[in-house]
């Protein structure tokens, strides 16, 4: 069973942390604007739930998840 | 529907439910998603009651937050002109995320954990003087107050001394029942207090996210005006709220025996976590809901809301929607709340969540710990709640132990 991927838009994103706090192995975010940045684009199946979480909490809607 | 049957909002609480949001509310809830309610100048905006709805909505970049543009429905007299703008928060993108991403790092999540230690020293010392002190004594004044105020003193750059200034400020600033001149007064006195003190730290910069706007200042990256509302948006959102949750949210774990019990007999983070989200979802202390104007038609749920159209998005009740939240009328430390818009949602959504959580995990964890025999020194019913705030909470709390 392969896992999922992940699609972040920056561009979007708002810095709320949320996604950092939801999966700290999938998302980071950068020092200088707080801006979400990926650790990975392909995570462990071990994480799915928490980053289809993430991408649930996000308020910017800038998370995407793809099976 | 004529106007005379639109109900008038904000609607008052049921006499002895002070944590539970207006029953008017729930039955508009019941019956749809979306309706019309009344305001004080007569205006009819939508009023957005429903969890889905509400998330989708606040979401969406066809409403405007600017509170400029007609429309707007203004809680109260006194609505903003341009130059008065409380910093990013009336604001629309790009120019919102413009400005929000300049003081957004010091909020990322790692930066706010390695505060823990330092706030965690904040709480041990102000509940060391409570136990020190005479008693009853009022947990507002004593500790829900000091913790967030010198928090945000620490990380903006303002000295703590000037407390009693822009405590009095922002308290008339988000009071309905404050006339509309001495807001504008406070409002100004907070702008002048800050631009003054961006003076200081253009001479004197030090490691503080006051200087770091000087910085962007003396770039040509931003206006001085502009960083001084900032500086107040943050100040007053940085203590406000958090210091509503402590005593609020005190004196709701001790009507909740069994629930506090958990806080004070456990040790586990992951429960405190939980409990802090919880709080914040059955609390919602931003009880007047997000506020909002469309800047085109926008088909949700049946209905049609119009360009121009106004509308206030009850994220209190939102968060007792049964139709996302189990019994959510029940204050369950337990549960996973974390889908709560306490915090809002979509771009506005709160920049400072993660030193809320912070603050409020380390107070949580730590209060009712050592003053295990915590409890009210004044009957329930004695207790001034803020009825007329934009954020809900008490004006006192009296305790004793
Ligand atoms: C428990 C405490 C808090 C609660 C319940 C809370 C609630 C909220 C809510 C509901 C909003 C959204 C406003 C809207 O959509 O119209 C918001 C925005 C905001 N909050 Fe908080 N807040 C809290 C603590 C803080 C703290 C500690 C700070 C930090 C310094 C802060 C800074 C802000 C800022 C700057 C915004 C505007 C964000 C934007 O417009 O992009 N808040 N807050
Ligand atoms: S949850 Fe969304 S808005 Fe928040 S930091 Fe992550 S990507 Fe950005």
Known sequence: MSGVRVILDQDKCVGSGQCVMTAPEVFDQRDEDGIAVLLTTAPDTGQTDVVREAAALCPALAITVRE | MTSDTVPAFPMARAAGCPFDPPPELHRLQDEAPLSRVRLWDGSTPWLVTRYAEQRSLLADPRLSADVT?????????????????????????????????????????????????????????????????????????????????????????????????????????????????????????????????????????????????????????????????????????????????????????????????????????????????????????????????????????????????GLILANDIGNRDPGTFTDPGTLDLTRDARRHVAFGFGVHQCLGQPLARLELQVVYSTLYRRIPTLRRAAALADIPFKHDGAVYGVYELPVTW
């Open chain 2, 69 to 309: 543009r007609p429309g707007y429905p203004f809680p109260a007299p006194g609505r903003p002109t341009g130059a008065q703008k409380l910093g990013f928060i009336l604001m629309d993108d790009p120019e919102h995320a413009r400005l929000r991403r300049m003081v957004t790092a010091p909020f990322a999540i790692k930066r706010v954990e390695a505060l823990r230690p330092a706030v965690q020293k904040i709480v041990d010392d102000l509940i060391d003087d409570l136990l020190a002190g005479p008693k009853p004594v009022d947990l507002v004044e004593a500790f829900a107050l000091p913790v967030p105020s010198l928090v945000i003193c620490a990380l903006l750059g303002v000295p703590y001394a000037d407390h009693d200034l822009f405590q009095g400020h922002s308290r008339n600033l988000i009071s309905r029942s404050v006339p509309a001149d001495q807001r504008g007064a406070s409002f100004r006195a907070l702008h002048d207090y800050l631009d003054r003190l961006l003076a200081q730290k253009t001479a004197d910069p030090g490691d503080d996210l006051l200087s770091q706007l000087v910085t962007r200042v003396q770039a040509g990256e931003l206006e001085r005006s502009d960083a001084a509302g900032i500086g107040v948006l943050l100040l007053v959102a940085g203590h406000e709220t958090t210091a509503n949750m402590i005593a609020l949210g005190t004196l709701a774990l001790l009507e909740h025996p069994d629930q506090l019990a958990l806080l004070r007999d456990g040790d586990d983070p992951k429960l405190v976590a939980g409990a802090v989200e919880e709080l914040l979802r059955y609390l919602n202390i931003t009880h007047t809901g997000r506020r909002r104007v469309a800047l085109d038609d926008i088909e949700i749920a049946g209905v049609t809301i119009r360009a121009g159209d």
